[in-house]
């Protein structure tokens, strides 16, 4: 049998763009031994199993199972996890689901519910409560996409026929698809719509709190949606045979990967343009948001197959010189340069603060995968060092660092975890290769 990691990463180097993966660039036998001797990967995979095998929450200060975090630590998780508890995470997603296929962020026990989010109920998952956060528009993705994940690493294809309130997965899966582009599709531009953030973050500007879509909210259009969008179409493409669903949902993907490099793509500048607003923006008419690199989003945007290998080079490149530039750690830098101060509510979103310019390992990992897939090692390899000096220096999975390295947020956190045990996994096996 196939190990599982190794059949994930067949799969989505044959789900991506042609070129991407078809002939990567051989990795030096000097580099491979370096790879290969280094301590560092195995302590940090280590210690990642270890703190995926406790549970499923966010980390330490979450009670939430939430669907965006989970989705980057499942496969591990597969791993070192009892499968069926796995299951039955995934399956309580779809307990919650709406009428319209819209998915939860996250759910929790009743006892532990609170905090001031308006909470969902259903008949179908007693004993918990789930809450939304409406400012996004990437949870309907990241259900489909950790699914994906755990269908390959268990073989469990079984979880697809089960039954949720009448309604099987494998359908409930295509009525989450359905909902951005029914529900959140905007015409016009031939994309998927959300609340004003920034880059992949859930806090949106005109709120001290900022989660839920109300009058004050301004819509926009931004990569990081459509690109973990494109993501969900590719892996639900690998989980349904019906021709006629096949056919349709790869024409809607088509159609804005088309849309992506005609409205959000800046040739000129070679990135993402930030947003394109529905209905004006909510920041002052002299600020230029467009210089704005967004790290996290053309991250995704890499791993939805947008960019060849020489784009991905170039955009790297972008990163790195982002990171010296703001005097980061690491590549997880979440945007360069900064929206300025008061430009959000919400006062942890300071300059270089939280998504506002913090340093999430949670997305710099996931550029190194994508890296890896590339074949470009070199510049995988040295992405990846100052992170992976980070975890045992700290001795923990931190949510994000502050510019010189300090650790912020929850000290245990799955999601960084997650991604750079893939990361470590990953270029161990190019290496051995």
């Not at 532990?112 to 109920?121: C, E």
């Not at 989003?297 to 060849?308: C, F, I, K, S």
Request: glycine share 10%; hydrophobic share 40%; with cysteine.
């Amino acid at each position: 049998m196939m190990n599982p990691f190794l059949k994930t990463l067949s799969i989505l180097c044959a789900a991506a763009s042609a070129g991407c993966c078809a002939s990567p660039a051989a990795m030096s036998p000097e580099l491979a031994a370096r790879i290969a001797s280094d301590a560092r990967l195995d302590s940090v995979c280590v210690r990642a199993g270890r703190l995926a095998a406790q549970g499923l929450t966010a980390g330490s200060g979450y009670a939430e199972v939430w669907i965006r975090d989970l989705n980057t630590f499942m496969t591990l998780a597969c791993e070192v996890s009892d499968p069926a508890l796995l299951r039955e995470a995934l399956l309580r997603f779809f307990a919650f689901q709406g009428p319209d296929g819209d998915i939860v962020d996250g759910y929790v026990p009743v006892e532990n519910s609170g905090g001031g989010y308006a909470y969902r109920h259903s008949e179908l998952a007693p004993g918990f409560a789930a809450h939304k956060n409406t400012v996004e528009t990437d949870q309907e993705s990241a259900l489909v996409q950790a699914l994906f994940k755990y269908v390959t690493a268990t073989g469990d294809r079984s979880i697809l026929e089960a039954e949720v309130g009448g309604r099987s997965v494998r359908e409930r899966l295509g009525d989450a698809l359905r909902y951005p582009v029914t529900e959140r599709f905007d015409r016009e531009h031939g994309l998927i719509w959300g609340a004003t953030t920034a880059d992949w973050g859930d806090v949106q500007p005109e709120h001290a709190w900022g989660v839920a879509l109300d009058e004050s909210s301004h819509r926009a259009l931004d990569i990081y949606d459509q690109a973990m969008f494109l993501v969900a179409v590719d892996d639900y493409l690998m989980l349904v045979d019906d021709p006629g669903e096949r056919a349709r949902w790869t024409e809607c993907a088509d159609g804005i990967r088309e849309n992506v490099r005609r409205w959000l793509w800046d040739e000129e500048r070679g990135k993402y343009v930030p947003h394109i607003y529905l209905e004006g923006a909510p920041f002052p008419a002299d600020f230029d948001e467009r210089a704005i690199h967004y790290h996290g989003g053309t991250t995704v945007a890499v791993e939805a197959g947008l960019h060849d290998r020489d784009e991905v080079k170039r955009l790297y490149e972008t990163m790195e010189r982002n990171r010296l530039a703001a005097g980061a750690n690491s590549i997880g830098l979440t945007l360069h340069p900064v929206y300025p101060a008061g430009t959000f509510a919400n006062p942890g979103m300071a300059p270089y603060s939280y998504q506002n310019g913090g340093d999430w390992t949670w997305f710099g990992a996931r550029m190194v995968q994508q890296l890896v897939r590339y074949g470009l090692y070199e510049e995988a390899y040295a992405a990846l060092s100052p992170m992976l000096d980070r975890v045992l220096a700290h001795g923990g999975f931190y949510e994000w660092w502050t510019l010189d390295g300090q650790p912020r947020g929850s000290g245990e956190f799955r999601g960084s975890a997650g991604v750079l045990w893939d990361a470590c996994r990953m270029l161990r096996e190019a290496a051995a290769e």
